[in-house]
């Protein structure tokens, strides 16, 4: 902790040996941690639950979380309950997310919904790199602009995401948003519509090729959830007012890439019972 603000650090490295993925090292600097992984499958793919006990980011707060996934390895990585990024009086609350995956490897990134307090100033970044064409990753985030149960708007203040997608070097998905308090873009019609809640996840794996027909036989389009085919891979979009709707939804289309790209399917993390 530097003055009042808190530096975070978490660097994991895994690796599959004998069949099982194993955690075979970890660092860490102030309030971020783990506990032992989880092994609910039958595959050996680790569940690691990334723990960060302040459970909210104030202005002036640096959280970075790093992932190494060697040769074959397979985890989920997720978080118990929401990051808050709280409103801020002095400075910008910044998380990063850097996770590499080595051949044959699979990661999937499910963290709980980022919810962005009015008058915060945020900025989110997430990073990934693929080493192979058969290295796969799944992941999404979710963000809340206010509080919508609570009756706020995310009228004051500023949040930024980043996220980025490399495969052997070149770049498979970039996105950036940017997010003024009370800025028309949330809530011109042409943008989000008044709708606090955005999700996105992308997918980026073997079976890219199709993956999108995959999820629109299945789940179909909505005005809330839309499937887009890339090049090297797929994106959900979720834009609406009901986390939990966001969530299950997101979820089943999870369900629908692990069976199609991994054979096997979805095994929902326990913590997301409790």
Sequence with gaps: MEGRYWRAELELWLENCDGKTRLMRRRHIGPLVVQRPFYPEVDGTAHVYLLHPPGGVVGGDSLEITCHLKTNARTLLTTPGATKFYRSTSGQGKQRTVINVGAGAVCEFFPQETIMYDGANACLETSVTLAATDA????WDFVSLG?????ERFMHGSAQQRVEVLREGRPVWFERLSFQGGSPLASASFAFGS??????MVYVGPIAENAAERLRA????????SVSQLDQGVVCRYLGEDMSEGKSLFVRAWGVLREAGQGKQAVVPRIWAT
Excluded: H
């Design 136 to 139: 796969t990753y799944v992941g």
């Design 147 to 151: 509080r919508p149960a609570a009756g």
């Design 195 to 200: 709708r606090p809640i955005t999700g996105t």
């Design 218 to 225: 299945d789940l179909g389009e909505s005005r809330v959830f």
